[in-house]
T-cell receptor, first 113, second 112 residues
Framework: NAGVTQTPKFQVLKTGQSMTLQCAQD?????MYWYRQDPGMGLRLIYY???????DKGEVPNGYNVSRLNKREFSLRLESAAPSQTSVYFC????????????FGSGTRLTVV | GENVEQHPSTLSVQEGDSAVIKCTYS??????FPWYKQELGKRPQLIID?????GEKKDQRIAVTLNKTAKHFSLHITETQPEDSAVYFC???????????FGSGTQLTVLP
């Protein structure tokens, strides 16, 4: 049982390049989330998907887009990367029928130069 | 939206002593309060959570208390061990399957 799988684990981009971070969960969870983690700022919500077919902005959505491809997969796209998007990105999933809240992926460390 | 404040940002204790981390939240509708532990380079892992219909919850050496009136909750770790050294995050939401708002984290160091 893999839980939440994120790819890639590491990525270096040049300013202006685009990329998509992939996330997949095999727990049949309805809700999925993308957070970014920066030193001293905790985890901040970028976008979330409460259920298949819906997406909503979180606290820091600017510069990002998301796609809930199906119930398992939730991708995060950076259309034109900026140095301010250098961060560690975590995907997570949850379900109201599952005790314990979120299951996190292992994270993607992104550096924009 | 919800705002969660966490303090202290760093905490050092001697092995065997207790550690307390405190958080306050702003949205009175929040009813789910988890705590996560994150070791260096790893993903956050849930260590304990509490719902608003409970004032205290304990699991071996860790406990969480909730004061709904004051809108604050705390993590208590007793008999600390070196392996407790990590960053701890509090969070709040309006349900366990709803979006979490996290505190800024506390770096706990347990000195041998």
């Amino acid at each position: 049982n893999a839980g939440v799988t994120q790819t890639p684990k590491f990525q270096v981009l040049k300013t202006g390049q685009s990329m998509t971070l992939q996330c997949a969960q095999d727990m049949n969870h309805n809700s999925m989330y993308w957070y970014r983690q920066d030193p001293g700022m905790g985890l901040r919500l970028i976008y979330y998907s409460a259920s298949e077919g819906t997406t909503d902005k979180g606290e820091v959505p600017n510069g990002y887009n998301v796609s809930r491809l199906n119930k398992r997969e939730f991708s995060l796209r950076l259309e034109s990367a900026a140095p301010s998007q250098t961060s560690v990105y975590f995907c997570a999933s949850s379900d109201s029928g599952t005790p314990g809240g979120y299951t996190f992926g292992s994270g993607t460390r992104l550096t924009v130069v | 939206g919800e705002n969660v404040e966490q303090h202290p940002s760093t905490l050092s204790v001697q092995e065997g002593d207790s550690a307390v981390i405190k958080c306050t939240y702003s949205d009175s509708a929040s009813n789910y309060f988890p705590w996560y532990k994150q070791e260096l380079g790893k993903r956050p892992q849930l260590i304990i959570d509490i719902r608003s219909n409970v004032g205290e919850k304990k699991d071996q050496r860790i406990a969480v208390t909730l004061n709904k009136t004051a809108k604050h909750f705390s993590l208590h770790i007793t008999e600390t061990q070196p392996e407790d050294s990590a960053v701890y995050f509090c969070a709040a939401s309006k349900g366990s399957a709803r979006q979490l708002t996290f505190g800024s984290g506390t770096q706990l160091t347990v000195l041998p």
